[in-house]
Protein backbone atom coordinates (compact mmCIF):
# COMPACT_ATOMS: atom_id res chain seq x y z
CA UNK A 1 0.00 0.00 0.00
CA UNK A 2 1.34 3.29 -0.79
CA UNK A 3 2.30 5.66 1.71
CA UNK A 4 0.60 9.22 1.61
CA UNK A 5 3.06 12.03 1.22
CA UNK A 6 2.49 14.20 4.43
CA UNK A 7 2.11 17.57 2.33
CA UNK A 8 -1.39 16.25 1.26
CA UNK A 9 -2.27 14.70 4.61
CA UNK A 10 -1.62 18.44 5.58
CA UNK A 11 -3.55 19.75 2.72
CA UNK A 12 -6.71 17.38 3.18
CA UNK A 13 -6.42 18.47 6.98
CA UNK A 14 -6.43 22.00 6.13
CA UNK A 15 -9.54 21.60 3.50
CA UNK A 16 -11.53 19.99 6.32
CA UNK A 17 -10.95 22.79 9.07
CA UNK A 18 -11.80 25.55 5.88
CA UNK A 19 -15.23 23.62 5.62
CA UNK A 20 -16.10 23.34 8.95
CA UNK A 21 -15.44 26.79 9.75
CA UNK A 22 -17.20 27.89 6.54
CA UNK A 23 -20.24 25.67 7.86
CA UNK A 24 -20.05 27.18 11.32
CA UNK A 25 -20.21 30.33 10.03
CA UNK A 26 -23.09 29.81 7.85
CA UNK A 27 -25.12 27.69 10.41
CA UNK A 28 -24.38 30.85 13.19
CA UNK A 29 -26.18 33.17 10.42
CA UNK A 30 -29.03 31.05 9.48
CA UNK A 31 -29.66 30.96 13.29
CA UNK A 32 -28.77 34.65 13.79
CA UNK A 33 -31.20 35.51 11.16
CA UNK A 34 -33.75 33.44 12.15
CA UNK A 35 -33.68 34.82 16.14
CA UNK A 36 -33.84 38.47 14.47
CA UNK A 37 -36.59 37.33 12.57
CA UNK A 38 -38.76 35.79 15.41
CA UNK A 39 -38.11 39.02 17.54
CA UNK A 40 -39.71 41.27 14.25
CA UNK A 41 -41.89 39.26 13.06
CA UNK A 42 -45.64 39.49 14.53
CA UNK A 43 -47.22 36.34 16.49
CA UNK A 44 -49.00 34.28 13.46
CA UNK A 45 -52.70 34.35 14.59
CA UNK A 46 -55.25 31.27 14.29
CA UNK A 47 -58.65 32.01 13.34
CA UNK A 48 -60.96 29.40 13.34
CA UNK A 49 -62.64 28.72 10.04
CA UNK A 50 -65.92 30.21 9.24
CA UNK A 51 -65.06 32.43 11.40
CA UNK A 52 -67.45 34.99 10.09
CA UNK A 53 -70.72 36.34 11.68
CA UNK A 54 -74.09 35.18 11.08
CA UNK A 55 -76.95 37.76 12.38
CA UNK A 56 -80.33 34.97 13.51
CA UNK A 57 -83.65 36.58 14.73
CA UNK A 58 -85.13 34.34 17.63
CA UNK A 59 -88.86 34.53 18.58
CA UNK A 60 -91.06 32.75 20.15
CA UNK A 61 -90.98 31.32 23.93
CA UNK A 62 -87.73 33.02 24.31
CA UNK A 63 -86.93 35.44 26.61
CA UNK A 64 -85.61 38.52 25.16
CA UNK A 65 -86.88 37.68 21.32
CA UNK A 66 -84.61 39.76 18.86
CA UNK A 67 -81.88 39.92 16.52
CA UNK A 68 -78.48 38.08 17.67
CA UNK A 69 -75.06 38.35 16.00
CA UNK A 70 -73.50 35.17 16.33
CA UNK A 71 -70.00 33.19 15.26
CA UNK A 72 -71.18 31.70 12.12
CA UNK A 73 -69.65 28.75 13.91
CA UNK A 74 -72.35 28.64 16.02
CA UNK A 75 -75.48 26.10 16.87
CA UNK A 76 -79.45 26.81 17.66
CA UNK A 77 -78.31 26.39 20.85
CA UNK A 78 -76.43 29.44 21.47
CA UNK A 79 -79.01 31.50 19.64
CA UNK A 80 -81.53 30.72 22.37
CA UNK A 81 -78.73 31.07 25.07
CA UNK A 82 -78.21 34.61 23.80
CA UNK A 83 -82.21 35.37 23.79
CA UNK A 84 -82.23 34.47 27.40
CA UNK A 85 -83.30 30.96 27.28
CA UNK A 86 -86.76 29.61 26.84
CA UNK A 87 -89.65 30.90 28.43
CA UNK A 88 -91.71 29.32 30.67
CA UNK A 89 -93.73 27.11 28.89
CA UNK A 90 -91.28 26.74 25.70
CA UNK A 91 -91.86 22.81 23.51
CA UNK A 92 -87.60 22.76 22.89
CA UNK A 93 -88.59 19.84 21.10
CA UNK A 94 -89.84 21.44 17.91
CA UNK A 95 -86.41 23.00 17.45
CA UNK A 96 -82.75 21.41 17.12
CA UNK A 97 -80.44 22.90 18.92
CA UNK A 98 -77.73 20.96 17.72
CA UNK A 99 -77.92 22.75 14.30
CA UNK A 100 -75.70 25.07 12.95
CA UNK A 101 -76.90 28.78 12.81
CA UNK A 102 -76.91 30.80 8.80
CA UNK A 103 -76.98 34.70 8.09
CA UNK A 104 -80.72 36.02 8.44
CA UNK A 105 -82.50 32.67 9.82
CA UNK A 106 -85.13 32.51 11.99
CA UNK A 107 -85.54 30.27 14.89
CA UNK A 108 -89.19 30.33 16.31
CA UNK A 109 -89.25 28.19 19.91
CA UNK A 110 -92.78 27.25 20.23
CA UNK A 111 -95.31 26.87 23.52
CA UNK A 112 -96.14 23.83 24.48
CA UNK A 113 -99.89 22.92 23.47
CA UNK A 114 -99.91 26.10 21.84
CA UNK A 115 -101.55 25.46 18.32
CA UNK A 116 -98.37 26.53 16.15
CA UNK A 117 -99.10 29.48 14.04
CA UNK A 118 -101.31 30.79 15.98
CA UNK A 119 -100.02 33.75 17.50
CA UNK A 120 -98.10 34.61 14.19
CA UNK A 121 -101.36 35.62 12.31
CA UNK A 122 -101.97 31.95 10.93
CA UNK A 123 -105.37 30.68 11.72
CA UNK A 124 -105.78 26.73 13.05
CA UNK A 125 -108.08 24.72 10.86
CA UNK A 126 -110.60 22.46 11.72
CA UNK A 127 -110.51 18.86 11.59
CA UNK A 128 -110.90 17.80 7.76
CA UNK A 129 -110.45 21.82 6.51
CA UNK A 130 -107.71 23.75 4.81
CA UNK A 131 -105.56 26.04 6.88
CA UNK A 132 -107.54 29.81 5.97
CA UNK A 133 -103.94 31.58 6.66
CA UNK A 134 -100.55 30.34 5.53
CA UNK A 135 -98.71 27.90 8.17
CA UNK A 136 -94.89 27.83 9.03
CA UNK A 137 -92.99 25.34 8.18
CA UNK A 138 -90.76 25.96 11.02
CA UNK A 139 -93.88 25.73 13.82
CA UNK A 140 -96.60 23.32 12.64
CA UNK A 141 -97.85 20.21 13.87
CA UNK A 142 -97.88 16.80 11.87
CA UNK A 143 -101.76 17.29 11.75
CA UNK A 144 -101.50 21.15 10.47
CA UNK A 145 -99.00 20.14 7.34
CA UNK A 146 -101.17 16.76 6.78
CA UNK A 147 -104.12 18.82 5.69
CA UNK A 148 -102.94 20.60 3.30
CA UNK A 149 -103.31 20.16 -0.57
CA UNK A 150 -100.95 17.26 -1.49
CA UNK A 151 -99.17 16.82 2.00
CA UNK A 152 -100.05 13.16 3.55
CA UNK A 153 -98.89 11.53 6.51
CA UNK A 154 -95.54 10.49 4.87
CA UNK A 155 -94.59 13.49 3.23
CA UNK A 156 -96.00 15.98 6.89
CA UNK A 157 -92.78 13.52 8.66
CA UNK A 158 -90.07 14.54 5.78
CA UNK A 159 -91.26 17.90 6.26
CA UNK A 160 -90.44 17.67 10.14
CA UNK A 161 -87.41 15.51 9.42
CA UNK A 162 -85.89 18.30 7.30
CA UNK A 163 -86.83 21.12 10.02
CA UNK A 164 -85.06 18.89 12.92
CA UNK A 165 -81.99 18.13 10.87
CA UNK A 166 -81.57 21.31 9.48
CA UNK A 167 -82.76 23.49 12.21
CA UNK A 168 -85.68 24.86 10.11
CA UNK A 169 -86.43 26.34 6.78
CA UNK A 170 -84.71 29.26 5.89
CA UNK A 171 -87.01 29.77 2.95
CA UNK A 172 -90.00 27.91 1.38
CA UNK A 173 -88.04 26.55 -1.78
CA UNK A 174 -86.44 24.59 1.01
CA UNK A 175 -89.29 22.73 0.13
CA UNK A 176 -87.64 21.45 -2.91
CA UNK A 177 -85.30 19.36 -1.19
CA UNK A 178 -87.85 17.30 0.04
CA UNK A 179 -88.31 13.64 -2.00
CA UNK A 180 -92.00 13.64 -2.77
CA UNK A 181 -92.80 17.13 -3.39
CA UNK A 182 -92.00 17.88 -6.85
CA UNK A 183 -92.55 21.22 -9.52
CA UNK A 184 -96.00 20.61 -9.12
CA UNK A 185 -96.82 20.29 -5.80
CA UNK A 186 -94.37 22.99 -4.72
CA UNK A 187 -96.56 25.41 -7.05
CA UNK A 188 -99.45 24.39 -5.13
CA UNK A 189 -97.92 24.32 -1.55
CA UNK A 190 -96.14 27.76 -1.86
CA UNK A 191 -98.52 29.80 -1.05
CA UNK A 192 -100.42 28.14 1.70
CA UNK A 193 -96.77 28.22 3.96
CA UNK A 194 -94.90 30.71 5.33
CA UNK A 195 -91.70 30.68 7.31
Not at 105 to 123: H, K, L, M, N, Y
Amino acid sequence: MAEIPRQQLFLCALAIVAVALVGARYLKQEGAGAAAAAKTSKPVRIARSGGGRAFVHVTGAVRRPGVYRLPSWARLDLAVKRAGGPAKGADLEGVNLAAKVADGQQVVVPRRGAASGVGAGAVAAGPGEAPSAPISLNTATPEQLDQLEGVGPATAQKILEFRREHGGFRSVDDLKQISGIGPKRFETLKDKVRM
